[in-house]
């Protein structure tokens, strides 16, 4: 047996925090020794945080990732884990995303990323330049380049995120030269369903590839990414280890290397292939011979079965939760996480505010809210995070004569719920004067119209929160969903402001049953008042926000089809019908016209909003998943 303890470390890391990042990235490195971890495999860009983006064209912070990199050495010279992990390195005119190899106070070498993500969120390709097959750089007496690297325990390659998403990656020509264990540093963010196919993807590789695969990822937020943390160790196709997700710290598992050996020979066409990629390739990767002890192996147990599992049967345990359900609890965790890091490392702020309603939007950013502030204070339970809470987490209901007597009890309701502070600010008082300025500016041979006379009452309340947010230091959340924002069911000085914004890629089918999740998570009294009242900004007389443009589930299918499928106006109306067969089909070919002249129209709106929280591959920011221009005609579409 050739037992070999792998460790996955989660960092919480914060974009520039170069001292901080590598102190985090310290502690969990002298603790995995203690735990006699052999390999310890930490997350992409760990050093200098993850997304850079411009950044890494400052010298001095490409400088500075240097120099921690080498403390991070000096300061575990004394342990024998070899260390993975991630940084930049700058070689001449170059800049490569890379994993560094670390053991007994050396940097060994940079392993750079060859394959560079420029699609939804990533831009690599702007600022990094790709590692080549073969590849031999000096990066300052370092190897930078593609080698594998063999130690007392056996031989590892190390690849950097997307290297392992493409199936004709480095992965393939360095396990036929040799490597057993495919070490893969990542800062993968979440997306709707990205677990699951992660967990497959990897453990395809590692099976195509008759190797060992250790996968880390980044946790935390970083303007509106989200890194959900977690990881996989996978051997030849076998899942070893499946790390938690959303949380700081590390889990190993144990593999025995001569599995690997045997399943290699044992398996005659991954045999055929490698020596088929010999006669075809003009060289091997080389090997770079480590010398010197790692860790400690003597106490290492045998791989067992997971508890309740043999080795020939898994588990007879039931799922304890759905897929929908556990994708929302997903959707709830990293809006939370997102806002909690957000206002942690921004530094700026000095408690949390937004306008709630009573209706559905502000609800669900509120519930992030509250489980945010829990995130940012987990030292604290019962009674003193109660008081916490309320100097902590402000809520303001600003009624017009246009607001139901429902919406505020329901908001009253969940304020008491959460126990949040919770103030009543009309502004009845200030709608008239306002619209009597607004008269005044446009004219005494012209009326104000009834779109205008709503938006009045969103401004109103937008600069109130404002200059709450301006005296309180306080992070105002901008309440808007995806879908009214898709269409510009949203005012410009008015709910479309706040600092951040975090339901903005939340599509309203969504955010519904989000809701209706929490509700049967916490029965909250507040959920139930909000859900029973008609879903509408209540700007005008028994507004109703689906009579007004469509009935939700249309308009998310909409919303999907055009923005994620491509589809044209024409061929939304086609497709609708197989979707909705029981609507008819005339009314769903005008809601696909209304959608689609409404998208087009609305996106100098929301470019304005502001910075939101990546949800799934379909975002509504100008700089993330869905870039569009802003000027734009539409006689492509089709009618």
């Known amino acids: 047996m050739r037992l070999v303890k792998i460790g996955i470390a989660n960092v919480n890391a914060t974009v520039g925090a170069v001292r901080s990042n590598t102190d985090r990235c310290l502690s969990l490195a002298h603790a995995m020794a203690r735990e006699d971890v052999t390999l310890a495999v930490f997350p992409e860009q760990v050093i200098g945080g993850y997304a850079a983006e411009d950044l890494v064209q400052w010298h001095a912070f490409v400088d500075s990732q240097q120099r921690e990199l080498r403390r991070f050495a000096q300061e575990t010279a004394s342990l024998r884990t070899v260390f993975v992990i991630g940084v930049t390195v700058g070689v001449g005119g170059d800049l490569f995303n890379a994993g560094a190899i670390v053991h007994a106070g050396r940097v060994l070498a940079f392993s750079p990323k060859e394959k560079l993500p420029t699609y939804n969120i990533f831009y690599e390709a702007r600022t990094f330049s790709r590692g080549m097959p073969f590849m031999e750089l000096d990066a300052g007496g370092v190897i930078c380049g593609d080698r594998i690297f063999g130690f007392d325990f056996g031989t590892i390659a190390v690849e950097v995120c997307e290297d392992i998403w493409s199936p004709d990656g480095p992965m393939r020509r360095r396990c036929y030269a040799g490597a057993e264990i495919v070490c893969n540093i990542s800062a993968s963010p979440f997306r709707a369903g990205v677990t699951g196919t992660r967990r497959e993807m990897i453990a395809t590789r590692a099976a195509d590839n008759q190797c060992t695969i250790a996968y880390a990822n980044l946790v935390g937020g970083n303007d509106g990414l989200v890194f959900d943390g977690g990881g996989f160790i996978n051997q030849n196709g076998r899942p070893m280890l499946e790390a938690p997700r959303f949380r700081e710290g590390f889990s190993a598992a144990v593999v025995d290397l001569d599995r690997t050996t045997r399943c290699r020979r044992e398996a005659s066409t991954w045999r055929s292939d490698l020596e088929e990629f010999r006669r075809a390739s003009p060289q091997m990767v080389e090997l770079l011979r480590v010398d010197g002890e790692t860790a400690d192996r003597s106490r290492l147990a045998y791989p067992a079965p997971p508890p309740g599992t043999t080795p020939f049967l898994p588990s007879a345990a039931l799922p304890t939760i759905s897929a929908r359900d556990e994708l929302l609890d997903d959707f709830y965790e990293v809006l939370a996480l997102g806002v909690a890091d957000y206002y942690r490392k921004i530094g700026a702020f000095k408690g949390i505010g937004l306008a709630l309603s009573g209706g559905r939007d502000s609800l669900l950013t509120l519930l992030v809210a509250w489980r945010a502030v829990q995130l940012l204070h987990p030292d604290l339970e019962g009674q003193a995070l109660r008081d916490r809470m309320k100097t902590s987490l402000h809520a303001f209901f600003m009624p017009s004569r246009y607001s139901s007597d429902a919406t505020h009890r329901a908001a009253a309701q969940i304020a008491e719920d959460l126990g949040v502070s919770f103030a009543v600010i009309p502004i009845e008082d200030a709608f008239p004067r306002e619209m009597e300025a607004a008269q005044a500016m446009v004219g005494g041979d012209r009326q104000l119209t009834e779109l205008t006379k709503q938006n009045v009452q969103a401004r109103i309340r937008g600069g109130r929160m404002w200059n709450w947010a301006n005296t309180s230091g306080a992070l105002f959340l901008q309440t808007g969903n995806m879908s009214e924002k898709a269409l510009g069911y949203t005012t410009v000085g008015g709910d479309l402001e706040g600092a951040f ?56 299918a909409c919303l999907y089809l055009y923005g994620a499928e491509k589809l044209a106006a024409d061929e939304l109306a086609v497709a609708l019908p197989s979707l909705f067969p029981d609507k008819d089909p005339a009314a769903l070919r005008a809601w696909a016209e209304k ?29 993330r998943a869905l870039q569009l221009p802003v000027v734009q005609r539409t006689e492509w579409k089709g009618g």
């Open 501 to 556: 914004s975090v339901i903005a890629n939340l599509p309203k089918t969504v955010v519904i049953a989000l809701i209706e999740r929490l509700s049967k998570r916490f029965g909250f009294k507040g959920i139930q008042q909000t859900l029973a009242t008609t879903a509408g900004p209540e700007l005008a007389e028994n507004q109703s926000g689906e009579a007004e443009l469509m009935p939700f589930e249309v308009l998310d």
């Open 595 to 623: 959608f689609a002249a409404l998208f087009s129209r609305s996106i100098f709106k929301w470019v304005q909003s502001p910075i939101a929280i990546h949800l799934g591959s379909l975002d509504l920011d100008r700089e």
